[in-house]
């Protein structure tokens, strides 16, 4: 795959029989049925189904009793990236190769990982040519209804407070706080928080935005080898 993108690791095919617990579910594989992890805290409900089918990734090591993870679903057809990590991984590269909206890559330096802030880390901080810093926390959505991608799919205090975490950053003069919302999936063309699920998940993000704090989507298209950056939309408010 050709520019900002990330490739998936070798897959194999399987169907999806059931979850056994929020970590753990049952596949087919080859006509043989076995326990894989699921990479992803979320409900899945919009993923993940008796019957669709899904492809896995093996797991590294002799020692591991799960031999393969849950990688990617196709509920419909559709392309729908399970395994969270990915949306990590593809920030980085768009930090490295597109930087963020209004600030290309050639104006961001030293990306870190995992900067300290306060008593927490969020995911990323780069530094701009002005000297600016910019805390940048991800999100990785895979769940989505009627071409909406929302986010959680599950209540989340822990994202709840990640996000108050950038609003006091942005109102203590600190730095930039932006949330980026990396879209897992090919069947959405909009995003919006999913405050039936979180409501106050929904309000602090409301909050944060109204600091400062800068709320946006990121869109890939989505295959069975890899995704590769496509565009970033602003989420504000209605």
């Known amino acids: 795959m050709q520019g ?16 056994l617990n929020r970590f753990e579910g049952e596949v087919e594989v080859a006509g043989e049925v076995v326990r894989v992890h699921v990479p992803s805290p979320g ?3 919009t993923a993940v189904e008796p019957g669709v089918s ?31 990590l990915a949306a990590n991984r593809m ?3 768009v930090l490295a190769r597109e930087g963020l909206p209004g600030l290309p890559a050639g104006r961001l330096r030293k990306l870190r990982t995992e900067p300290r802030w306060g008593s927490g880390r ?24 009627a071409g909406v991608a929302r986010f ?5 205090a822990r994202g709840a407070r990640h996000v108050r975490e950038l609003q006091a950053l942005q109102e203590s003069g600190s730095g930039q706080g932006w949330v980026m919302f990396v879209i897992l999936r090919d069947d959405a063309a909009t995003f919006a928080p999913h405050r039936g699920i979180d409501p106050g998940f929904a309000l602090a993000l409301e909050k944060a ?9 990121v869109w890939s298209d989505i295959g069975g ?11 504000r408010p209605v």
């Open 91 to 93: 920030m980085k590269q």
């Open 4 to 19: 900002t993108a990330i490739v998936f690791p070798p897959l194999v095919s399987g169907m999806f029989l059931r979850r």
């Open 54 to 84: 899904c492809l896995l990734a093996r797991t590294a090591g002799p020692g591991n009793k799960l031999p393969y993870r849950l990688y990617i679903t196709r509920p419909g057809g559709h392309w729908v990236v399970i395994d969270s």
């Open 209 to 217: 935005v109204g600091a400062g704090v800068q709320a946006w989507a």
């Open 225 to 235: 080898e890899g995704m590769r950056f496509k565009r970033w939309t602003p989420w």
């Open 122 to 145: 969020f995911d990323f901080a780069v530094t701009d040519d002005q000297g600016g810093v910019h805390f940048v926390e991800v999100k990785a959505v895979n769940d989505a209804e």
């Open 152 to 156: 959680p799919d599950a209540p989340t």
């Open 43 to 45: 409900r899945l409900t």
